[in-house]
């Protein structure tokens, strides 16, 4: 019997296979600035290309390879089979049985949000630091009275969630929040927009940092593009 450890059963388990693993591509950085949803895989029904393949000093070409191909190209996978299973039956007029149906439902909405969240992850990864454009900058210091006090407010909600951790602007009162989710349909705030979005599941960070989460989160504040950040902040 073949003896896994650790890092390949978690990706093992999620459906990766060694052919899998093979990036498709490089998105343009010009196309990607992480506020334009043309090139949603819920939009073109595939996978939207990486805009980097490996982030020196942070994540390796090894961590982000399966993570992009069989999470987020799984949770596509998924979320386009059970909604085309519930439009025909729809369309058609055809009952499904009700466990079935239930669990239908629920995989569009918790695979659906995956495949938003992680392209928000992976679009407003950068590989070199930058700094929060005017605007973006003003919102977090009147919110959290500094960017530090932001990034330690945001570095914590990161360290403790299980899933994932956003800065989101919500619409109804134009506040920005720190929010916490413990997956991918639980923690949301209706109608809030993400703008810097940290994936804080283990199959995100595992091969590169085993369980060191704390060095990840620290890590991935020097690797937010504000730019992709400030273009979704002008864009809600």
């Known amino acids: 019997m073949q003896q896994f450890d650790r890092r390949q059963f978690l990706f093992a388990s999620s459906g990766a296979t ?27 029904g595939k996978p939207k290309p990486l805009k980097h393949q490996e982030i020196s000093g942070f994540l390796s070409a090894a961590q982000i390879a399966p993570h992009h191909t069989a999470h987020y190209g799984g949770a596509l996978k998924a979320v386009i089979a059970a ?32 495949v938003v969240l992680h392209e928000f992850y992976f679009d407003g990864l950068s590989p070199k630091e930058s700094s929060p454009e005017k ?13 530090e006090k932001w990034a ?4 914590a909600s990161a360290k403790e969630a299980a899933g994932w951790a956003m800065l989101v602007k919500h619409p109804v009162n134009g506040k920005l929040y720190n929010v ?21 599941y283990e199959h995100a960070f595992y091969i590169d ?12 504040m020097s690797h937010i593009d504000w730019p992709a950040a400030g273009s979704r902040y002008a864009r809600v």
């Open 83 to 114: 909604d085309s299973k519930l439009e025909d039956a729809a369309k058609g007029g055809t009952a499904i049985d009700p466990a079935a149906f239930a669990h239908l439902k629920r995989l569009v909405n918790s695979r659906g949000n995956s």
């Open 152 to 155: 330690a407010d945001f570095v």
């Open 180 to 200: 916490v989710s413990d997956e991918h349909a639980m923690g949301v705030l209706w109608m809030a927009a993400p703008l810097v979005v940290i994936d804080t």
């Open 135 to 147: 605007a973006l900058r003003s919102a977090i210091e009147q919110r959290f009275g500094s960017t």
């Open 18 to 44: 060694a052919g899998s693993l093979i990036v498709p591509g490089l998105l343009d950085a010009a196309e990607a600035d992480g506020a334009d949803f043309s090139r949603s895989g819920l939009v073109t």
């Open 209 to 220: 940092y085993q369980n060191r989460k704390a060095d990840y989160v620290e890590k991935f």
